[in-house]
């Protein structure tokens, strides 16, 4: 069986993987890689972007054939999910990671957790319950949806207003929101008997915000180290990798029937989504005339007019020419009604290198000299390692099967939880006592 040449079928019976294997580490390069990207974008829009990258890299390294017919709509809930978490504010927090004493550390690292577990709670939530529908049992979606934006406002309303419990003041306090969003997607897919799914949320969480509290954990050490490189861009891949690692882990660690087939309809709606519309929205919050004419002025550019002008009709060009592309590969791959071909793949690094260089022409990548010292100068070699190691790769397909999943153990959640509170101690044990922290940080105390 090799799903990369379209042959062979799904297995029932192949030996299930670990976390560190082929399917775990590929998603998790990919999203890594696109979170980082997703840092010279920002908020709803580039979270969303990043997250159907992420999704789409485990539904390609899956070798799923039931998933491949549906990927553009994975891909949809993978990017809704992740990009819910873009509307917390972080920046704050981060500042509270750098002072001097263990309260303040600690919060800040505490906090960066719960950020990062609410990016990776809903993300792999959502990605999940899409893997898990079935002809037989299918999610109600908008009462899905209904139940989490309720729950989210109220808890946003109680926590906020009522409680006063502040995590960023004066900054946006919408994690609150996130956290009663997450719950409500906790509690649904709890009480529906979607355990894999679950299984998916609880393992995305607890790997997105390890990253986040990691991720910024590495920004303070190179910092401090005084080489200059874009740390921020490092904590934002570290948040992606593990994230992108947990979400994949609890996905080939869990037992998953056939998926039911989308209606071509909607496969199509949601590629032009994944492939029109969030490109749009991302160009209308970061090409604008302002801010490229700050990046020109801040490049030392004379004609700084036609720089402007030339940026965002690359912008146009660009979203032209990937959502032709996209829309062409899905009919091949639709139209011959097959198991396997190059085309959903294709999709995927189609994905990432749309992203990659949008991500380059609003920094004026391509104006800078050439230097290892830019976070930059690496995206395009990890998208070519990552096609390089799809085509290498040893033949693999998660398995199918006709057993129900177990529902998650108290015990493992417990686990995770332990975990977490063992990275925050130690991540601001070593900033305050380790000389990582500076007098002038952020304090919440």
Known sequence: MNPRRGKGKD???????????????????????????????????????????????LIVASG???????????????????????????????????????????YGYAMLAVIGGLYGLIGGGMLGLGLETTSQKRPDWAALLAQMLALGFLSWGFLIYQLELFM??????????????????????????????LRVAVFSCFGAGAGFALGNFFQSLGIASGLAYNWWNVMEFTLGFLGGLGMAYGVVSS????????????????????????????????????????????????????FVHTQQGAGWLLMLLFAAGACWLWWQYARQDQQWGWQVPGLLFA??????????????????PYSLAQSTT??????????????????????????????????????????WLLLVAVTAGITVWGGLGVEDAHQRF
Request: with cysteine.
């Open 11 to 57: 297995s029932k019976n192949m030996k299930r993987v670990g976390i560190i294997s082929y399917p775990t580490l590929f998603t998790a390069l990919l999203l890594g890689l696109a979170w980082a990207i997703r840092g010279h974008f920002g908020h709803e829009w580039g979270a969303a972007w990043a997250g159907a990258i992420g999704a789409l890299a």
């Open 64 to 106: 799923r054939s039931d998933w491949w017919r549906a990927a553009p709509v994975l891909a949809l809930l993978g990017a809704v999910g992740w990009g819910a978490g873009g509307m917390m504010s972080y920046g704050i927090v981060v500042g509270y990671c750098r002072g001097t004493d263990f309260a303040n550390v600690a």
């Open 168 to 197: 960023t003041p004066p900054r946006s306090e919408l994690w609150a929101g996130c956290l009663g969003a997450g719950l409500a997607l906790l509690w649904y897919l709890h009480r529906n008997g979607y355990h894999a799914a």
């Open 255 to 306: 037992k998953w029937p056939q998926r039911a087939r989308p209606a071509a309809a909607s496969n199509w709606a949601a590629l032009l989504l994944l492939f029109l519309l969030i490109p749009l929205f991302n160009f209308y919050a970061a090409f604008s005339t302002e801010k490229l004419a700050r990046l020109a002025q801040n490049l030392q550019l004379q004609q700084a007019d036609a």
């Open 351 to 368: 994905c990432v290198l749309y992203y990659t260089l949008f991500g380059y022409v609003v920094k004026g990548v391509f104006y800078q």
């Open 378 to 419: 690496l995206y395009l070699p990890i998208v070519l390692g990552a096609g390089l190691w799809w085509w290498w790769r040893k033949t693999y397909s998660l398995p199918l099967s006709d057993e129900p999943q177990a529902p998650l153990r108290p015990a493992t959640a417990l686990r995770l939880l332990l975990l």
